[in-house]
């Protein structure tokens, strides 16, 4: 059967952003993926070494627009560690609710991705019209829906005022109810169990050999979560499960997603509920003593590392950044190898790929070197069919 | 769980391949050299239980230019192995058929920083656009953008 | 290319093209933040759809480009193809503060520093990221020019003056 080279360009409506691949396929069967990793690359490591703490963070903060608290987050952490700087209670927990607000915002925006990467719009109506509280809510605590700039070295900048937290209390009891609902619907919809049941298996050595992190690993059984090996900002004071699956295909990373969004509810109940008083901050000092440091944090999309190194200036020498979907990247390679060419979105979806953090792929191999070429579009409206081809069955 | 690693118990196994200090309650940092991080990685795999590659972090300190190898296993304490490399002559071997993550990791630090990982298997551009010139590592210290260079863009059109 | 406004085909052609603008979107390697509150326009809460605008993948489809995000050396070829592929008459939103200056990553070594230095940009849409209300904003900014182009025949009236701004007649909500 001929080898058949399919690129799909950079342009497409699907994903957020822009992708490349190069899929070879053998007829219907993916033979082999590469890496290409340019059309978001930045230059944001150069560039935050020559800005001191203050100025660095809006930087940081927008090398992803989903997962921006998360990069803030961890620099900030890293150099009050090197600092030896202790925040307040309060300030702990107001950027531990900010992290699980931003988880949840993130897993349900997955959650309505992956329903209209198989064709059930209805469901990615839904999880967005419901992820709009959230954003609410992180509007009310922050003034911004996206890159909330809620951290400084030292604590928080801003307080919440009681009405803030009671009005995020009143949304917490509806966002459960339609989470259950979602729950429930991806155990026993027939349209989600076909598409996502079976595909895109990656069995539990595979994961941890090829270094896969997060939700991605977790569901392979992998029992991976920095928020208890490595505990940071509140996660000790405050009680949580981690959740995994056994199954390692799409469905367990759905299963795995749902499980934590409603762990991340119940962690931000808990800690709007017993916010500490006190001060949001302390004064820092200006310039970092000379140190090293691996902060590691678990952004929605799994382990996030930043390596600091600072030498005694107000500035940073080195922030060395590695994101998750960087790490799931080869666990994705393999585990599209023998897919269906129709499987691909739901597949690459299902890492829940953040490619600002990291960038692109390209996949290529053929041993008959034709080249067909098909837009991200079509190989959607082709998932969409093998959908409905199978519901007819 | 296992319990956290502890100095001595690292100093001890890894003896032979560097020196090793607890930065952290739960990271140790090993000082090795370019001829031994090979088999020192190959040993904390084997005899440390580290079976997880975290990240390689690479530095460029003015003088020299640095490698940090980060690994971590079910006892859940990370191993950071460091070398120094010439700036001249930044080859050190390459980890990607000990640890598979490790491809990635190299092929990046390649094009940013120049180091060169001998014996991996296809290290090409990945981070910078394929008009960038050869030879030009940007996250070195001394790098600075040429005005007369094309870096990339509309060819043809002033930047 | 000015055409005859006074014919009855032209009027219905230039009456369709206002009430259902048919979009396309371009990530020229932005931080995906401007991208998500543009899908949040399409969901039931904010649902630009009731204007009749469809966000369509292939650009030979649509009537605006959307262009989010300071663009990268790499995408910046790829977005001058996009742009020709359009068929007149199109017209082009810049959103964000990356789509004006690069935002925050003025000066960065892989980065444009505008837009404009690829294509020509019609509308700016202020904010990091602006909220889907002030893309709807942008949006009917540009349906409005749309209009007032097609009163005059193209888009050679908006000449700019000896100072070098823009000169757009005074079409209302237009941003410039």
Redesign the interface.
Known sequence: MANVIVPIG?????L???VNFRIVADGERIVRLELDL???????E??AEQRDFIRVL??LE?????C?HSHSTVFVKGIEEIMELEIPPRARFIRTIIAELERMHSHL?WLGVAAHEVGFNTLF?WT??DR?AV?DTLEEMSGN???YGMNEVGGIRRDLTPSEVNAALARLPHLEERIREYAKMVNDQETLLIRFKGVGKLSRDEALAYGAVGPTARASGVDYDIRRDDPYLAYTEVPWNVVTDTSGDVYGRTRVRIGELQESIRIVRYCLENLPEGPVRVNAPKTAPMGEILSRYEAPRGELAHFIRTNGTDKVERVDIRTPTLANWTSVALCLVNQNLADIPVIVAAIDP???CTSRITVVNSKKRTTGIV???ELRKQSHLRASMQERR | MKPLLTRDFVAETMKEWGTAEQVRHNRIRITATPETVRTAITNARELLECDRLITISAVDNGKTLELVYHLTGPHRSVISIAIELPRDKPEVPTMSDLLPPAGIYERQIHDLLGIVFLGHPDLKRIM?????PLEEY?LRKDWK?DPGTF?????G?R? | MAVPVSSLSQRLVNWARQRSPWI??????????????I??CL???FDIERFGIL?????RHADILIVTG?V???????L?R?WEQIPEPKYVIAMGACGASA???H???????TVE??IPVDIYVAG??P?PDEIINGVVACLNLMSADAVHGGKEWRQKTSAGIPHTGGAPGVTR
């Open positions: 950079p342009h497409h409506p699907a957020k952003e822009p340019s059309y978001n690359h930045r230059g944001i150069k560039a809006p930087l927008r090398v992803c627009g989903i921006s925006l109506m967005w019209r709009e954003q829906r996206v890159h953040c490619l600002s837009t991200f579009d | 910078l656009n394929e008009d960038w940007p953008k870096y990339g863009g509309i060819p059109e930047i | 396309t979107l371009f990530n020229s390697g932005a931080c995906n933040a401007c991208d998500i509150e899908i949040a969901m039931p809460r966000v369509k993948g292939s650009p300071h990268t050396l790499k995408q910046a070829s790829r001058r996009v935002g925050a990553f000066g960065l070594y892989h980065v444009m520093d230095q690829v990091c990221p909220r």
